[in-house]
């Protein structure tokens, strides 16, 4: 705020009495008003205290003759704040219009008195407190609608003489209206609507003989409707709707010639509709519903021919259609919830020929007595969207004119007593987005042609006496979210196409003859139970039931046994690893602590060393003795893909060799493998079988792993489950682990610092991810990072210490021990609470080695360098560069890799507490990314 405007605001009360005349008391009046306004789309910027004259400001028009503010128009600026008594210096003000802002407060009774007010509009505010009861004798015009007044109608506004329009709706007035309204005899509009008043409406109404439009909806106004209104002859809309009016509707309705819209509905109005209503010949739109109207509709509104809408559900009247509903302009009838019986008559005959396409739109007469069939002609009615017979007695077939509906988007026949077949010209109404057809007799197919109707979202066709099968083309309708096809006869199987359908909210088919395999896939995936129930030979884990035609066998893994059906394990027969590295890591507790890492690295080495050449191929894989023997197996396993199909036919035969193998870790081996569809997936065969927890367990801890997806975590995409053999299955990274990347790629193919960089990146992305769902990955190494096409970074196999029974830091240890130099030092403090910052510590030690290009530990001629250490010890002497990865030359940013360096650094601190959390970890990279480093050289 300029200091100026500062000072005067300050000194605003007394300045504005004692002010010099020559200053223009418009802009100082506008001004101290502004001073109480929060303007935060900076609306009334040019509106600048230094200015002589207000007149140019956004929002002020003034009188060219005495060039005064005549007008203060600020409508939908996003206001808020007081309406100040600055605008009292406004002393030629004719029109406030502060409409659609935020403004709080009370109306100041001073504003309402400013003399020369003809129109004050403060509708759509926050507004609160009473009517001003003393306003400006000129006001002709009053909006204060949706605000929050309450309190009274002061019946001072009734001697506002000049008056024409007044609108009060959408507030909390209460109360009885006060007599005197007759006064206002120039009033045109009057609105109360959506208030709490009550009592009669007020007896001398008739005398403002001029009202067009009167509202009093949606209030608690009670008793007769005051015989003074007949003589409102210009009055073209009424408004009564929402109160609770009682008696007959009155006869001299038919007197008001000029009404266009006439609002009765829920009310409690009884008796017959007057006949006088066919006299209004100008009405629109007509609404009765919900009153207790009752008797037939008068004959008579026939020759209401401008009649657009016509709305009288839900009373009690009876007789047939009435057939001038075909005939004229009417586009909207709403009949429901009458007791309409449509007799001997056909009702629609009449029609035939006179009903022409831009007829009638919305056709309702769902809840009546209606019997007899469907008229045969039906789809003369070309220009139908609604059309909805439900809950009526109709009987006969479904008429195949249906088709000729081309723009209908609802059809709702349910809970009648129709039979035949659904025809198949129901897919020539193509704009169909609800078909409901349930509860009648229907039988038959249902017909494959549903497949034009490609905007439907809702087939409803359940309680009938469907037959065959599900038509696969139903995949094809991808809008679809509701479909329910339960207690038919469907049979067959489930079109497997089905998991197409990527909206599905609801898809029952329960209670039918369906058998076979439950789809596997999107939607199909977490279908409730009790959508697919009642089928008893429908297989799929939903139903709890295998499905052995499907996939009989296991996957054969082992090529030297002719077995089908078995499975022996690769490591059978062989022997393990001497040593117990969870025995070695335990002894070598105390050293990690007085160490650090480098007592990691000793262990490391006496591992390795330990380690017998014949034993070399097993060993290395892990090291452990957890493989099961094999047992029986029974004949099937339990294969459960979370989204998509899986056809392993060919995979078996791929997995069978061990070319296949893409790798080997602590907790298994991993093939590749390619389905039918040509897709290629990983497979990880679980080594630890003897340690995974029971199947429930297992399932659901898959189950959870599975609904993790990021970019940069490779997607766990199903698993199969024996009780001896357990296989996960991944989707497929092309490009090979990081640990390639880093290490055994050539020269050539050496990654440049961008995609270094991306690969830190998206590697605190995926693990920030995972913290955020609470998984420890524990097992971070650069073989357990891979590399997408794109070059992008995917952490793979976390969370897999979830399906050991419990978290055991031996089993753990030995798990990972290849990772050593990757473990943080706390895994081998017994007392010390392992949590995510493991996986900080990890991350550390990858930063460094993708910034270095070493390996975390290097193992020389007679030289141990522990990568960290080694970073550390350059930094401290100030020549850190030198540790970047030579490979790169000297094409690197300095800028962002030593900022990167030293972030590694800090996530392998050896306090636990010292490592930030990978989510600031992202915050920090993206910070040091050079801005202008998009694109790589
Ligand atoms: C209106 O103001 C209230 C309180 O000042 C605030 O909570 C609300 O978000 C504002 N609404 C709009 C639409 O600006
Ligand atoms: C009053 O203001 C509201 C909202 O700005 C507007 O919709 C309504 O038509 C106005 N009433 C009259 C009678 O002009
Ligand atoms: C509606 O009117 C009937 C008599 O016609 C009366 O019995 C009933 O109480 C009234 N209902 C209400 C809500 O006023
Ligand atoms: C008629 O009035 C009722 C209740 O006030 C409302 O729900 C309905 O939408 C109205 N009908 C039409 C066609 O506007
Ligand atoms: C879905 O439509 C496509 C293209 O129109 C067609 O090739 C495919 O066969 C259809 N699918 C089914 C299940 O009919
Ligand atoms: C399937 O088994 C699970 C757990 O055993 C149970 O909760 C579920 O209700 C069963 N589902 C069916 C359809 O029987």
Same mark, same amino acid.
């Given at each position: 705020m300029p200091f100026k405007l500062f000072l005067f605001l300050l000194l605003a009360p007394v300045l504005i009495h004692s002010l010099d005349p020559v200053l223009n008391e418009d802009v100082l009046g506008l001004i101290v008003f502004k001073a109480g306004l929060e303007d935060p789309e900076g609306k009334l910027i040019s509106w600048n205290e230094d200015d002589e004259s207000p007149c140019n400001w956004l929002g002020v028009k003034c009188d060219p003759r005495t060039n005064r503010v005549s007008e203060l128009v600020l409508n939908s600026f996003s206001l808020s704040g007081h309406i100040d008594k600055g605008l009292l210096k406004l002393q030629f003000l004719q029109i406030l219009s502060l409409s659609r802002n935020n403004l709080t407060g009370t109306i100041n009774p001073d504003i309402a008195r400013i003399g020369s007010l003809r129109a004050v509009d403060l509708s759509e505010n926050n507004l609160y407190g009473s009517i001003p009861d003393d306003w400006c004798f000129s006001l002709t015009a009053v909006n204060l609608s949706s605000n929050q007044l309450s309190g009274k109608l002061p019946s001072e506004i009734w001697n506002l003489r000049g008056l024409q329009s007044l609108d009060l709706s959408d507030n909390l007035l209460y109360g009885e209206i006060p007599q005197g309204i007759e006064n206002l005899y120039g009033l045109r509009v009057i609105r109360l609507g959506k208030n709490r008043f009550s009592g009669k409406l007020p007896g001398d109404i008739g005398g403002c003989l001029h009202l067009k439009l009167v509202d009093f909806s949606e209030n608690f106004f009670s008793g007769w409707l005051p015989e003074s209104m007949q003589r409102l002859s210009s009055c073209s809309s009424l408004s009564l709707g929402g109160n609770s009016f009682s008696g007959e509707a009155p006869d001299w309705i038919g007197e008001l010639r000029n009404l266009e819209e006439l609002d009765l509905s829920a009310n409690n109005f009884s008796g017959q509709i007057p006949h006088s209503i066919g006299k209004l010949q100008l009405l629109l739109k007509l609404n009765l519903s919900m009153n207790e109207f009752a008797g037939n509709l008068p004959e008579s509104m026939a020759n209401c021919i401008n009649l657009l809408t016509v709305d009288v559900s839900h009373n009690l009247l009876v007789g047939g259609i009435p057939s001038w509903i075909f005939k004229q302009a009417v586009r909207s009838a709403s009949f429901f919830g009458n007791q309409l019986s449509e007799g001997e008559d056909p009702w629609l005959t009449s029609t035939t020929g006179a009903a022409s396409p831009g007829g009638l739109q919305v056709l309702d007469l769902s809840a009546n007595a209606l019997s007899g069939e469907l008229p045969s002609d039906i789809g003369n009615l070309g220009g139908l969207q609604v059309l909805n017979m439900s809950r009526n007695h109709l009987s006969g077939s479904i008429p195949k004119s249906i088709g000729e509906l081309k723009v209908v988007d609802i059809l709702d026949f349910s809970d009648n007593r129709l039979n035949g077949s659904i025809p198949s010209e129901i897919g020539g109404a193509i704009s169909l987005k609800e078909l409901r057809l349930q509860k009648n007799f229907l039988t038959g197919k249902i017909p494959t042609k549903i497949e034009k109707c490609s905007s439907l979202t809702s087939l409803i066709l359940s309680h009938n006496n469907l037959s065959g099968p599900i038509p696969a083309v139903i995949a094809n309708l991808t809008n679809l979210q509701y479909v329910d096809l339960s207690l038919n006869s469907l049979s067959g199987s489930l079109p497997k196409e089905l998991t197409n359908l990527s909206h599905l909210l609801c898809f029952n088919v329960s209670n039918n003859h369906l058998h076979g395999e439950l789809p596997v896939g999107g939607f199909f995936n977490t279908i409730p139970p009790l959508s697919v129930s009642g089928n008893p030979s429908l297989c799929g884990s939903v139903v709890n039931r295998t499905c052995p035609a499907v996939h009989p066998k296991p996957i054969v893994l082992n090529p030297n046994s002719s077995d089908s059906g078995g499975y022996n394990s690769r490591s059978h027969g062989h022997k393990k690893i001497l040593l117990s590295i969870s025995t070695l890591i335990a002894i070598g507790a105390a050293a990690f602590i007085a160490f650090g890492v480098i007592a990691v690295t000793v262990l490391n080495i006496r591992v390795r060393s330990s380690m017998s050449p014949s034993a070399a191929p097993l060993a290395l894989s892990g090291g452990e003795d957890f493989s099961c023997s094999p047992t029986a197996d029974p004949n099937y396993g339990k294969l459960v893909m979370f989204s998509g199909d899986a056809d392993f036919e060919a995979g078996a035969q791929a997995l069978l060799n061990k070319d296949s193998e893409l790798g080997r870790g602590g907790f298994g081996v991993v093939y590749r493998t390619v389905l039918r569809d040509g897709r290629s997936i990983a497979i990880k065969k679980l080594t630890v079988s003897s340690l995974i927890k029971s199947q429930e367990d297992f399932e659901k801890e898959v189950k959870n792993l599975g609904k993790i997806r990021h970019h940069n975590l490779v997607a766990l995409e199903g698993y199969y489950w024996t009780p001896s053999l357990?296989?996960?299955?991944?989707?497929? =990274? %092309?490009?090979? %682990?990081?640990?390639?990347?880093? +290490?055994? @790629?050539? @020269?050539?193919?050496?990654?440049?610092?961008? &995609? /270094?960089?991306?690969?830190?990146?998206?590697? @605190?992305?995926?693990?920030?991810?995972? +913290? &955020? *769902?609470? =998984?420890?990955h524990y097992n971070l190494k650069s073989t357990n990072i891979l590399i997408d096409g794109s070059c992008e970074p995917k952490v793979s196999d976390f969370g897999l210490a979830r399906l050991l029974p419990m978290l055991? /830091?031996?089993?753990?240890? %030995?798990?990972?021990? %290849?990772?050593?130099?990757? *473990? @943080?030092p706390e895994f081998a403090c017994q007392t010390v609470k392992i949590t995510e910052k493991c996986d900080v510590y990890g991350f550390g030690i990858l930063v460094l080695e993708v910034v270095t290009g070493k390996r975390p530990v290097e193992y020389m001629e007679d030289d141990v360098v522990v990568l960290c250490d080694m970073v550390r010890g350059a930094l401290e002497e100030g020549k850190v560069e030198e540790c970047v990865d030579e490979r790169l030359g000297s094409i690197f940013p300095a800028e962002e890799a030593i900022p990167v360096i030293k972030l590694g650094l800090v996530c392998a601190s050896q306090v636990p507490s010292n490592r930030p959390d990978m989510s600031e970890v992202v915050n920090i990279l993206e910070l040091i990314q050079c801005p202008s480093e998009g694109q790589d050289e």
């Amino acid at each position: 705020m300029p200091f100026k405007l500062f000072l005067f605001l300050l000194l605003a009360p007394v300045l504005i009495h004692s002010l010099d005349p020559v200053l223009n008391e418009d802009v100082l009046g506008l001004i101290v008003f502004k001073a109480g306004l929060e303007d935060p789309e900076g609306k009334l910027i040019s509106w600048n205290e230094d200015d002589e004259s207000p007149c140019n400001w956004l929002g002020v028009k003034c009188d060219p003759r005495t060039n005064r503010v005549s007008e203060l128009v600020l409508n939908s600026f996003s206001l808020s704040g007081h309406i100040d008594k600055g605008l009292l210096k406004l002393q030629f003000l004719q029109i406030l219009s502060l409409s659609r802002n935020n403004l709080t407060g009370t109306i100041n009774p001073d504003i309402a008195r400013i003399g020369s007010l003809r129109a004050v509009d403060l509708s759509e505010n926050n507004l609160y407190g009473s009517i001003p009861d003393d306003w400006c004798f000129s006001l002709t015009a009053v909006n204060l609608s949706s605000n929050q007044l309450s309190g009274k109608l002061p019946s001072e506004i009734w001697n506002l003489r000049g008056l024409q329009s007044l609108d009060l709706s959408d507030n909390l007035l209460y109360g009885e209206i006060p007599q005197g309204i007759e006064n206002l005899y120039g009033l045109r509009v009057i609105r109360l609507g959506k208030n709490r008043f009550s009592g009669k409406l007020p007896g001398d109404i008739g005398g403002c003989l001029h009202l067009k439009l009167v509202d009093f909806s949606e209030n608690f106004f009670s008793g007769w409707l005051p015989e003074s209104m007949q003589r409102l002859s210009s009055c073209s809309s009424l408004s009564l709707g929402g109160n609770s009016f009682s008696g007959e509707a009155p006869d001299w309705i038919g007197e008001l010639r000029n009404l266009e819209e006439l609002d009765l509905s829920a009310n409690n109005f009884s008796g017959q509709i007057p006949h006088s209503i066919g006299k209004l010949q100008l009405l629109l739109k007509l609404n009765l519903s919900m009153n207790e109207f009752a008797g037939n509709l008068p004959e008579s509104m026939a020759n209401c021919i401008n009649l657009l809408t016509v709305d009288v559900s839900h009373n009690l009247l009876v007789g047939g259609i009435p057939s001038w509903i075909f005939k004229q302009a009417v586009r909207s009838a709403s009949f429901f919830g009458n007791q309409l019986s449509e007799g001997e008559d056909p009702w629609l005959t009449s029609t035939t020929g006179a009903a022409s396409p831009g007829g009638l739109q919305v056709l309702d007469l769902s809840a009546n007595a209606l019997s007899g069939e469907l008229p045969s002609d039906i789809g003369n009615l070309g220009g139908l969207q609604v059309l909805n017979m439900s809950r009526n007695h109709l009987s006969g077939s479904i008429p195949k004119s249906i088709g000729e509906l081309k723009v209908v988007d609802i059809l709702d026949f349910s809970d009648n007593r129709l039979n035949g077949s659904i025809p198949s010209e129901i897919g020539g109404a193509i704009s169909l987005k609800e078909l409901r057809l349930q509860k009648n007799f229907l039988t038959g197919k249902i017909p494959t042609k549903i497949e034009k109707c490609s905007s439907l979202t809702s087939l409803i066709l359940s309680h009938n006496n469907l037959s065959g099968p599900i038509p696969a083309v139903i995949a094809n309708l991808t809008n679809l979210q509701y479909v329910d096809l339960s207690l038919n006869s469907l049979s067959g199987s489930l079109p497997k196409e089905l998991t197409n359908l990527s909206h599905l909210l609801c898809f029952n088919v329960s209670n039918n003859h369906l058998h076979g395999e439950l789809p596997v896939g999107g939607f199909f995936n977490t279908i409730p139970p009790l959508s697919v129930s009642g089928n008893p030979s429908l297989c799929g884990s939903v139903v709890n039931r295998t499905c052995p035609a499907v996939h009989p066998k296991p996957i054969v893994l082992n090529p030297n046994s002719s077995d089908s059906g078995g499975y022996n394990s690769r490591s059978h027969g062989h022997k393990k690893i001497l040593l117990s590295i969870s025995t070695l890591i335990a002894i070598g507790a105390a050293a990690f602590i007085a160490f650090g890492v480098i007592a990691v690295t000793v262990l490391n080495i006496r591992v390795r060393s330990s380690m017998s050449p014949s034993a070399a191929p097993l060993a290395l894989s892990g090291g452990e003795d957890f493989s099961c023997s094999p047992t029986a197996d029974p004949n099937y396993g339990k294969l459960v893909m979370f989204s998509g199909d899986a056809d392993f036919e060919a995979g078996a035969q791929a997995l069978l060799n061990k070319d296949s193998e893409l790798g080997r870790g602590g907790f298994g081996v991993v093939y590749r493998t390619v389905l039918r569809d040509g897709r290629s997936i990983a497979i990880k065969k679980l080594t630890v079988s003897s340690l995974i927890k029971s199947q429930e367990d297992f399932e659901k801890e898959v189950k959870n792993l599975g609904k993790i997806r990021h970019h940069n975590l490779v997607a766990l995409e199903g698993y199969y489950w024996t009780p001896s053999l357990q296989l996960l299955i991944y989707e497929y =990274i %092309s490009n090979g %682990s990081l640990y390639k990347r880093l +290490h055994d @790629a050539p @020269a050539r193919r050496c990654l440049t610092w961008r &995609q /270094r960089f991306n690969v830190i990146l998206g590697m @605190a992305k995926g693990l920030s991810h995972l +913290h &955020q *769902m609470d =998984i420890i990955h524990y097992n971070l190494k650069s073989t357990n990072i891979l590399i997408d096409g794109s070059c992008e970074p995917k952490v793979s196999d976390f969370g897999l210490a979830r399906l050991l029974p419990m978290l055991d /830091r031996c089993i753990l240890s %030995s798990k990972i021990q %290849s990772a050593l130099g990757y *473990m @943080a030092p706390e895994f081998a403090c017994q007392t010390v609470k392992i949590t995510e910052k493991c996986d900080v510590y990890g991350f550390g030690i990858l930063v460094l080695e993708v910034v270095t290009g070493k390996r975390p530990v290097e193992y020389m001629e007679d030289d141990v360098v522990v990568l960290c250490d080694m970073v550390r010890g350059a930094l401290e002497e100030g020549k850190v560069e030198e540790c970047v990865d030579e490979r790169l030359g000297s094409i690197f940013p300095a800028e962002e890799a030593i900022p990167v360096i030293k972030l590694g650094l800090v996530c392998a601190s050896q306090v636990p507490s010292n490592r930030p959390d990978m989510s600031e970890v992202v915050n920090i990279l993206e910070l040091i990314q050079c801005p202008s480093e998009g694109q790589d050289e």
